[in-house]
RNA sequence: CGGGGCAUAGCGCAGCCUGGUAGCGCAUCUGGUUUGGGACCAGAGGGUCGCAAGUUCAAAUCUUGCUGCCCCGACCA
């Protein structure tokens, strides 16, 4: 991608609404615009952020064994009152009225609408265990949206919806997301630290909050910094792994604000291992059983021949929320870094010539050789003065830069991580450099 | 929903108190110079002053109503 073509609107000064720094830098950056009170536009830059976010959200639950499939925004309000949450829910939820006065809503969620889909296609055990999920836009009526795409009313959400014929393999699919979200966010990068929960308006008896370590987090949280060593990668879906899992969670202390008893945290933790910090809210899984199915008769028939209301749980990630919360994370106050995972672009070439002289040539010689080999390039191709070009990529957060300047040899390339100083490169080395950082043979 | 504030060019703001030709910085466009940490010179374009009504010879400015947005509290991925 050349800058100069890429639709890119970067603002010098901080916008005077934004009162986070996530915020202030997805406006900055030129990633989101406000469109009106707590719905956003995402920009091309924001939305390739995003899409990256999703697809590893994606392969995981893929992975966990949970299938994709995409239900609608806007929903009938008649299986809402089958429920009974269509006066349960109150004002968060969206109601809207068509042309012939149905009563439609802009789903907040969808628990009804994939029971549904359960009860009328499936009446078997045999087809059990079962996951579903999406990855769709939700609309709560925030009461006060705010800190940008943090809090806002629309919003990107993975979904996913678990269905067993008995308590227990229902509890092992929880397990199942428990395992897949703790591998998601360290994929992204994040440190996530599940937590037990209320169960809200969602109901059920078992819940975890994931919530991941960041100063400016909206939420207090106590834990024992022994569960920041507990690592995903060591365990696997099978059923003893997923017991492990979260007994091993279960030793340590850790609890939000409202559910934290400074007793038990003092007499349980030793004072070297309390660690009291600030979190973000990003996943939240419920096990509810047969909360939904019972009102909406969501049956299937077991291998004596009866019929019972289907095991359920559902288990959310806000993956719009997580493009801010990984700023909140991740930028430091002198500079973002993406995290390689989900960088825009793996690379940016700085180039410090004008046009179409000898360091604009050398620029876009290492521009198309690293493109032919598959990475994600953006060059600053503009008359900007290097000053501005290089304060614009560091407000981009682009992890590495190449910078093409009269300082170097033929053939010599800087290569610089943000953050870092530069190092001089030649061509080829740059490249198994990207390879080597982007761990590229295994296509990550 | 309660409390507070704001609305003037794409963005950030001044002007309003004391009514009288709509202004500044950044951004944009043209020409030229410049190029290793937010460059310089010269010129240009861009506004029914959030909407509606009222007072007045005259309203961005005064009055009333409305709408939108932001901030502080209770809720949430």
Not at 38 to 54: M, Q
Not at 71 to 76: A, D, E, G
Request: charged share 30%.
């Amino acid at each position: 991608m050349k800058l100069s073509e890429f639709f890119l609107p970067l603002i010098k000064e901080v916008p005077s609404e934004a009162k986070i720094k996530s915020h202030q830098l997805m406006l900055r950056s030129g990633m989101i615009r406000q469109s009106t009170s707590g719905i956003y536009s995402w920009l091309p830059y924001g939305f390739k952020i995003l899409k990256k976010i999703e697809k590893i959200v994606r392969e995981e639950q893929d992975r966990a064994g949970a299938q994709e499939l995409l239900m609608p925004t806007i929903q009938s309000s008649d299986i809402w009152k089958e429920s009974g949450r269509y006066d349960g829910y109150g004002e968060e939820m969206l109601r809207i009225v068509d042309r012939q006065k149905r009563e439609l809503l802009y789903g907040p969620t969808n628990e009804e609408l994939i029971t549904q889909i359960f009860r009328d296609n499936v009446k078997s055990y045999k087809s059990l265990p079962l996951m579903l999920y999406h990855i769709q836009w939700k609309f709560r009526d925030e009461i006060r949206p705010r800190f940008g795409v943090m809090r806002c009313r629309e919003f990107l959400m993975k979904d996913t919806y678990s269905f067993d014929a008995t308590e227990d393999d229902a509890k092992n699919s929880y397990k199942k997301m428990f395992l897949a979200y703790l591998k998601t966010f360290e994929k992204i990068g994040l440190k996530a630290i599940p937590m037990e929960a209320e169960t809200g308006p969602i109901g059920g008896d078992l819940s975890h909050e994931f919530i991941i370590l960041a100063d400016t987090g909206e939420s207090q949280i106590y834990i024992d910094k022994n569960v920041l060593d507990i690592k995903s990668e060591d365990f696997n879906y099978n059923k003893t792994d997923l017991d492990n899992l979260l007994k091993k969670y279960n030793q340590y202390y850790s609890a939000t604000d409202d559910k934290h008893k400074s007793e038990i945290f003092e007499k349980k933790v030793s004072k070297s291992n309390q660690l009291v910090t600030k979190g973000i809210e990003v996943g939240h899984i419920f096990y509810f059983g047969q909360k939904y199915s019972n009102p909406m008769r969501a049956l299937v028939n077991t291998p004596d021949g009866k019929n019972i209301n289907v095991y359920m749980g559902s288990y959310g990630i806000g993956v719009s929320r997580l493009v801010a919360a990984v700023i909140e994370a991740k930028y430091n106050d002198k500079y973002m870094k993406w995290p390689n995972s989900i960088t825009p672009f793996h690379v940016a070439i700085i180039s410090l010539g004008k046009e179409n002289d000898e360091i604009q040539k050398k620029s876009f010689e290492i521009y198309d050789f690293i493109k032919k080999n598959g990475f994600d390039v953006i060059i600053d191709d503009t008359n900007d003065s290097p000053s501005s070009k290089f304060k614009n990529f560091d407000l981009l957060g682009i992890p590495f830069q190449i910078i093409v300047g009269s300082k170097l040899k033929a053939n010599e390339y800087e290569f610089k991580e943000i953050g870092a100083d530069a190092i001089i490169l030649d061509k080829s080395k740059i490249l198994s450099k990207l390879k080597e950082i982007y761990n590229f043979d295994k296509k990550i």
